[in-house]
């Protein structure tokens, strides 16, 4: 399974992609800061939970942002190697950093190269995390096939995404409708699914209110797992977490509504 752009074309929307991330670091850092909504109640808990991290393991997270995971993972006894794209987001991310000397290495290191991955050291890691960011990434073959010569031969890879089917170009979140339930009337929220197996790269925007949208490239579960598979991985572990009743708030369509359908999935792999 390989990625659908050639080398020059892939280059070509990493290099825009960066430049678009390089210009509305700032703006992200400060909307998300240690952790929005998402990250807050179903991104980081989930991917806790399932990366199981123990004290001294040395921990991989890829496009790490502004560091909030890293910052995380540190906290809980991990050794951190945080990579980004840009180095505006890693300027930040030392910004906002407590953690004690040693315990978060920064680098810039592009995810859609290989090579670059590689060079941060063949069976290093215990573990590495990637939330929220391979929807953003052109290719993801070429990461996935690195973390399986970077990651120990008992490691694991825990990656979150915006959900395939129902968080998505082709998924449209209806507006709210109100059932009789034996003489009770319950509000109902859906998500309208459409083209799901083919959605071209689109762009948008990540937070409500962003001043530069962003390239997003779907890919449904058959070829987002498959990838994995492909690479050399197993998965063990899943997750689909939801907001609940009691984060219902905001807008009248914002996720933190939607209580019964994931916007998120979480997912662990293992080397076979």
């Given at each position: 399974?390989?990625?659908?752009?050639?080398?020059?074309?892939?280059?070509?929307?990493?290099?825009?992609?960066?430049?678009?991330?390089?210009?509305?670091?700032?703006?992200?850092?400060?909307?998300?800061?240690?952790?929005?909504?998402?990250?807050r109640v179903l991104v980081g808990p989930a991917a806790e939970r399932l990366l199981a991290i123990r004290p001294e393991e040395t921990v991989l997270d890829v496009a790490c942002g502004n560091g909030v995971?890293?910052?995380?993972?540190?906290?809980?006894?991990?050794?951190?190697?945080?990579?980004?794209?840009?180095?505006?987001?890693?300027?930040?991310?030392?910004?906002?950093?407590?953690?004690?000397?040693?315990?978060?290495?920064?680098?810039?290191?592009?995810?859609?190269?290989?090579?670059?991955?590689?060079?941060?050291?063949?069976?290093?890691?215990?573990?590495?995390?990637?939330?929220?960011?391979?929807?953003?990434?052109?290719?993801?073959?070429?990461?996935?096939?690195?973390?399986?010569?970077?990651?120990?031969?008992?490691?694991?890879?825990?990656?979150?995404?915006?959900?395939?089917?129902?968080?998505?170009?082709?998924?449209?979140?209806?507006?709210?409708?109100?059932?009789?339930?034996?003489?009770?009337?319950?509000?109902?929220?859906?998500?309208?699914?459409?083209?799901?197996?083919?959605?071209?790269?689109?762009?948008?925007?990540?937070?409500?209110?962003?001043?530069?949208?962003?390239?997003?490239?779907?890919?449904?579960?058959?070829?987002?797992?498959?990838?994995?598979?492909?690479?050399?991985?197993?998965?063990?572990?899943?997750?689909?977490?939801?907001?609940?009743?009691?984060?219902?708030?905001?807008?009248?369509?914002?996720?933190?509504?939607?209580?019964?359908?994931?916007?998120?999935?979480?997912?662990?792999?293992?080397?076979?």
């Amino acid at each position: 399974m390989g990625t659908e752009f050639g080398p020059e074309a892939l280059r070509a929307l990493v290099d825009e992609t960066r430049r678009i991330w390089d210009l509305k670091a700032p703006a992200w850092d400060v909307r998300m800061g240690e952790g929005n909504a998402f990250q807050r109640v179903l991104v980081g808990p989930a991917a806790e939970r399932l990366l199981a991290i123990r004290p001294e393991e040395t921990v991989l997270d890829v496009a790490c942002g502004n560091g909030v995971f890293s910052r995380r993972l540190a906290a809980l006894g991990a050794r951190v190697v945080a990579t980004d794209f840009t180095a505006r987001f890693l300027e930040l991310a030392r910004a906002r950093s407590t953690a004690p000397a040693g315990r978060i290495e920064y680098r810039q290191v592009d995810a859609t190269d290989a090579a670059q991955l590689l060079a941060l050291g063949e069976g290093r890691f215990d573990a590495a995390v990637c939330n929220m960011a391979l929807q953003d990434m052109p290719a993801v073959e070429p990461l996935l096939g690195a973390l399986a010569r970077l990651l120990t031969p008992a490691g694991r890879f825990v990656f979150t995404v915006p959900h395939p089917a129902f968080n998505y170009p082709g998924g449209t979140r209806l507006t709210l409708e109100e059932d009789d339930v034996e003489g009770r009337l319950v509000e109902t929220y859906s998500v309208r699914v459409s083209n799901y197996l083919a959605v071209p790269p689109v762009k948008g925007a990540g937070m409500p209110g962003e001043s530069a949208p962003h390239h997003y490239f779907h890919r449904p579960l058959c070829r987002l797992l498959g990838a994995g598979f492909a690479a050399g991985f197993v998965m063990d572990g899943l997750e689909e977490p939801a907001f609940g009743a009691e984060d219902r708030a905001g807008r009248p369509l914002g996720w933190a509504n939607f209580t019964t359908i994931p916007p998120v999935l979480a997912v662990r792999l293992r080397r076979a």
